[in-house]
């Protein structure tokens, strides 16, 4: 599927680009005898590898699950599943090998994919056709590297002004399935893997484009305190309009020598009482200090926060439990702060009921407001309402981006994805029409955060537009899930294009040139014909059924890179 005039794809970078990129990314250069050094931690690390693979494996199903499959929508005849085992590729030969997971926090040496428009996130498939001489060289060297067969790193490298720079922090891809062509180039399909940060890069003696990488841990994601909330409520509750007086409904015997002054320094409080006296203060932020509660501290084995006793007894009178305790809450460039129709901000319109879209979401906001009403009853034996807590729950953050995710696809369930908030969050993110620059914000972010900004930008995705007019194409309520993946996926055309594409039921504003076309088609069984904008941009393509019988009769497939953004700004 192309159109030479209209071929704007993602892809690898040139030659000169590629260089460019290279020797950004060489600052700091490593010396021979360096590199000989990480060989050898690489092979000892190996050895150990090889060894625990089949139960690190076991332990990686439960740790990253598996992503679920969209079933079909009632009444379709087309097999979604052909759509996303990217069948028009023709044969290619599966590698028979799916690696254990690398370890977290280890440096690993791979050939390294600098892509264009492209964002690769874990769990995520990758179609290639690998053309240009060095991507080709960094693939033949990925197969047969021996510390990491099969095993590339793709990194994202944005364009400004004929400029390129590349991000620093990408993702693992492992080769699932390979061929060899004719024409010397080589078709690639793989699967994202883990995130990485970038420490070194360079060209070998052979011209490959290689890097130093450091795999990123992903940290265990937190969870509202267990013992923070009794199971009814023992003091009226803040929510009710009644101050309580202070809570000494600890289920524990407190003895009066537990008992710190809020105003003692770090050497008699230690270090979390130091940082409940600093955020008092007026001086940390309620992240770090949640932080401290955090299972790592702990001997709990769900993730789950504990407070300690002594905090559990603080009085509430003590902490402003407004939302505007968010003003603590690190500014940051990668959570801008955009503004509602009624003025706030929609970091704030996240706080406490989670109000902005209750509306416009339907059964997602129900089951919010279920649960609020729920926490509301119970007791409060922490120094903070629920609602505080909730803000940074991963399990409930990917509950609500679960509901609002299924109730805009229309998919019946992702209850075996909530359960990962991990996963949930590269899924989502993974699958959301944005922007370059919103993609790689969201692969850096860490698992909290990723949930948090999702919320926002999902209560904000309504109108689909060009990025070139602003012309409204569809709603989000008009995407149609044409692959067992999900409603958008990466495919590559026969010119070695990776297009992100958008599958909508409906569309507007849009005319079709050229006829219909079956040949390369993603979607066997439909003809494809091009579709552009009013302003003439390139927007996707029409698919008609060239067969009779066939439900959907037609759709539209939209190019991910010609959507507009959310923000206003966009």
């Known amino acids: 599927m192309s159109d030479e005039e209209h071929e704007e794809g993602a892809g690898g970078i040139d030659e000169a680009a590629l260089d460019h990129v290279v020797e950004q990314q060489s600052r700091r250069r490593m010396t021979d005898n360096e590199r000989h050094q990480v060989e050898q931690i690489e092979a000892l690390e190996m050895e150990e590898l090889e060894e625990e693979e089949e139960e690190e494996d076991n332990e990686s199903h439960i740790r990253h699950g598996r992503i679920a499959r969209a079933p079909p929508q009632p009444g379709f005849t087309f097999d979604t599943s052909l759509a996303s085992r990217h069948v028009y590729l023709g044969d290619v030969d599966d590698t028979g090998h799916i690696r254990a997971f690398l370890e977290e926090g280890s440096v690993v040496r791979l050939p390294i994919l600098y892509l264009e428009g492209i964002v690769l996130f874990p769990e995520a498939t990758l179609p290639l056709k690998v053309v240009r001489r060095r991507c080709k060289a960094a693939v033949v060297t990925a197969i047969s590297q021996d510390h990491a067969p099969y095993t590339l790193a793709v990194l994202h490298v944005g364009r400004k002004d004929n400029a390129v720079y590349p991000a620093l922090v990408g993702t693992t891809a492992e080769i699932r399935q390979l061929r060899h062509s004719l024409d010397g180039s080589i078709t690639v399909v793989a699967r994202g893997r883990q995130r990485f940060r970038v420490q070194d890069a360079w060209s070998d003696d052979n011209d490959t484009p290689c890097c130093l990488v450091k795999i990123l841990e992903e940290t265990r994601p937190l969870q509202v305190p267990r013992d923070a909330f009794s199971a009814k409520a023992a003091v009226p509750s803040r929510e009710s309009g009644k101050v309580p007086r202070a809570i000494h409904e600890s289920p524990d015997p407190v003895e009066d020598d537990d008992e710190v002054p809020l105003d003692a320094g770090p050497e008699a409080s230690g270090d ?299």
């Not at 955060?449 to 930008?457: F, G, H, I, P, S």
Request: hydrophobic share 35%; proline share 5%; with cysteine.
């Open 272 to 570: 979390i009482r130091s940082q409940v006296t600093r955020f008092l203060n007026g001086q940390g932020t309620l992240t770090h200090l949640l932080l401290q509660f955090h299972h790592d501290d702990s001997d709990e084995e769900d993730g789950s926060m504990v407070l300690p006793r002594w905090l559990r007894r603080r009085n509430v009178e003590d902490l402003d439990t407004s939302p505007s305790v968010e003003r603590n809450l690190p500014a940051t460039s990668s959570q801008p702060v955009n503004q509602n129709q009624a003025g706030e901000s929609s970091e704030n319109a996240m706080t406490r009921k989670w109000s902005r879209s209750d509306g416009e979401w339907g059964g997602a906001s129900k089951a919010w407001a279920r649960d609020e009403a729920k926490w509301i009853s119970r007791g409060q034996r922490a120094a903070w309402p629920h609602w505080v807590y909730r803000m940074y729950d991963a399990y409930d953050l990917s509950r609500r981006a679960a509901d609002m995710w299924r109730q805009m696809v229309e998919l019946p369930s992702m209850d075996e994805l909530v359960g990962n908030p991990g996963l949930l969050s590269f899924f989502i993110a993974s699958k959301m029409p944005l922007p370059d620059e919103t993609r790689q914000e969201l692969l850096e972010l860490d698992v909290v955060y990723r949930l948090r900004r999702e919320v926002q930008l999902l209560e904000s995705m309504d109108l689909i537009r060009c990025k070139s007019c602003k012309a409204t194409i569809a709603r989000r309520s008009d995407m149609l899930v044409m692959s067992a993946d999900g409603p958008m996926n990466a495919f590559v055309n026969e010119h070695g294009y990776v297009h992100e594409t958008l599958t909508l039921r409906k569309a507007q504003g849009l005319n079709l040139r050229g006829r219909p076309e079956t040949q390369h088609s993603w979607f066997p069984g439909y003809a494809w014909t091009i579709a552009n904008c009013v302003c003439d941009a390139h927007m996707g393509w029409r698919f008609t059924a060239a067969k009779s019988g066939m439900n959907p009769k037609g759709f539209w497939g939209i190019r991910r890179s010609q959507i507009a953004g959310t923000g206003p700004e966009q």
